[in-house]
């Protein structure tokens, strides 16, 4: 147990719709990180969340956005769901030191099936 | 991209020892070694890190090479539980707010045989 939970754990959409997949992060950490993971490969990482700000992206359109709340619990959104979007979407929550390297904390993960 | 090369699957027999390879050419001076596993149906989770010395704790060993080009995750003794897909990171220190991202290969997926 990590203390990271996400929700819900299964979804199913149709193309064109669009999804908010929540993320509470363990107690005390201030980053939560985003991660989608198709199946048979490695997580590829979305977007990081650090103290309610986007701080840093990867190969994703602006389709995919997020949001941080004050008690640091993260939203992904995903506007007109294409087939592809299908997968395994992860949030990892961590306290980052400064001149440190820190221990990211996944939670279980929303299986998201896009019809 | 990935920066470490990892087998894509080993196989292993309950009680016994496991070593999984991770090499990493181009590491940098200030990358760490991470490793982090994902069991069936769950996140990944961290295992162990390390920059240049050997590190144990209760999951592993890390055994890390003199020149750090390569890396070597140890089970002592396996069991059934460790089934799961390894993944060998690089990461940079952390110089500015916020995490580094991890950058995930396809990992090696171990089996465990009872």
């Known amino acids: 147990e990590t203390g990271v939970t996400q929700s819900p754990t299964h979804l199913i959409k149709t193309r064109g719709q669009q999804v908010t997949l929540r993320c509470s992060s363990q107690?005390?950490?201030?980053?939560v990180s985003w991660y989608q993971q198709a199946l048979g490969q490695g997580p590829q990482f979305i977007f990081q969340?650090?103290?309610?700000?986007?701080?840093g992206r990867g190969n994703f359109p602006p389709r995919f956005s997020g949001l941080q709340f004050p008690n640091y619990s993260s939203e992904l959104n995903v506007n007109a769901l294409e087939l592809d979007d299908s997968a395994l979407y992860l949030c990892?929550?961590?306290?980052?030191?400064?001149?440190?390297?820190?221990?990211?904390?996944f939670g279980p993960g929303t299986r998201l099936t896009v019809l | 991209d990935a920066k470490t090369t990892q087998p894509n699957s080993m196989e292993s027999n309950e009680e016994e020892p496991v070593h999984l390879p991770c090499n990493h050419s181009?590491?940098?001076?200030?990358?760490?070694i991470h490793w982090y596993r994902q069991l069936p149906s769950q996140g990944p989770e961290y295992v162990i890190h390390?920059?240049?010395s050997n590190v144990n704790n209760r999951m592993a060993s890390l055994a890390i090479a003199e020149d750090r080009k390569s890396s070597t995750l140890i089970l002592h003794r396996a069991t059934l539980r460790d089934a799961a897909v390894y993944y060998c990171?690089?990461?940079?220190?952390?110089?500015?707010?916020?995490?580094?991202?991890?950058?995930f290969g396809k990992g090696t997926k171990l089996t465990v045989n009872p």
């Open positions: 990892a929550s961590s306290k980052p030191g400064q001149g440190t390297t820190d221990t990211q904390y």
């Open positions: 107690s005390g950490h201030n980053t």
């Open positions: 969340y650090y103290r309610e700000e986007e701080n």
């Open positions: 181009t590491i940098s001076g200030t990358d760490y």
């Open positions: 390390g920059l240049t």
């Open positions: 990171i690089l990461r940079d220190v952390v110089s500015q707010g916020g995490s580094e991202k991890l950058v």
